[in-house]
């Protein structure tokens, strides 16, 4: 069963919109993590944010914003006035246990195209 | 500095051929990865290296060989590969293996097997 669920395969937007990209999880860890990583067309995997289970607090960096709601196992993520150089694609990954080890569990990404 | 410098950025090799991809990180983090992306795809988890010392190896081939041969840096060494091979191999580092920390990721080696 897929563990990170990115619902949104790929979001066309026209620039200064406002867009959500949308994160589900599933753990049974009481301890983990959250990232949203940016891969633009040039390949680098850019890491934006990472939260840890105890924080649900919001956070909100210039025009990126991210709502992490436990009782819905959700960590979205929202980008307000979009510009051009936003188009990318974002990664919403889990941390998690694995033995004795913790592994990095990658949804499938959203491609967020921004036209001028 | 943030930065994970990986060379070459591009590489084409043929199936017999044998050649090695390189990764540097000057952050002091103790964790470096090899991780393979197909187009469209997420990044998969090949190695892990922990310390120097090989942690996770995520059933990988044997024609893919990783090596760290210090803290700063990462091979993955290739030999005999397959077509199917053809992928973006994405290096990484990060504090430590915990991966509670995040990962800096370097730009890729976009293989080409023919």
């Known amino acids: 069963a897929q563990k990170v669920t990115q619902a949104q395969t790929e979001i066309s937007v026209v620039e200064k919109e406002d867009v959500t990209l949308d994160c589900v999880y599933e753990?049974?860890?009481?301890?983990?993590?959250l990232f949203w990583y940016k891969q633009p067309p040039s390949g680098e995997l850019v890491f934006l944010i990472r939260?840890?289970?105890?924080d649900e607090q919001n956070e909100i960096s210039g025009r990126y914003s991210w709502n992490f709601q436990k009782s819905t196992s959700s960590f979205n993520f929202t980008i307000t006035a979009s510009q051009v150089v936003d188009s990318a694609v974002y990664f919403c990954?889990?941390?998690?246990?694995?033995?004795?080890?913790?592994?990095?569990?990658w949804g499938l990404g959203t491609s967020l195209a921004v036209n001028p | 500095d943030t930065e994970v410098t990986q060379t070459p950025k591009h590489l084409v090799m043929g199936m017999t051929n044998k050649k090695s991809l390189k990764c540097e990180q000057h952050?002091?983090?103790?964790?470096m990865y090899w991780y393979k992306q197909k187009a469209k795809k997420p990044p998969e988890l090949m190695f892990v290296?922990?310390?120097?010392?090989?942690?996770i190896n995520e059933s990988v081939p044997s024609r893919f060989s990783p090596e760290c041969p210090n803290s700063s840096l990462l091979n993955l060494h290739l030999h005999a590969l397959q077509p199917e091979d053809s992928a973006l191999y994405l290096c990484?580092?990060?504090?430590?293996?915990?991966?509670?920390?995040?990962?800096?990721f370097g730009q890729g080696t976009r293989l080409t097997v023919v």
């Open positions: 939260r840890n289970s105890f």
């Open positions: 290296y922990s310390y120097e010392k090989l942690s």
């Open positions: 753990t049974r860890d009481t301890t983990y993590y």
């Open positions: 952050m002091g983090h103790r964790a």
């Open positions: 990484a580092s990060s504090q430590d293996r915990g991966v509670d920390t995040e990962a800096f």
């Open positions: 990954a889990l941390s998690e246990r694995a033995g004795n080890n913790r592994k990095l569990i």
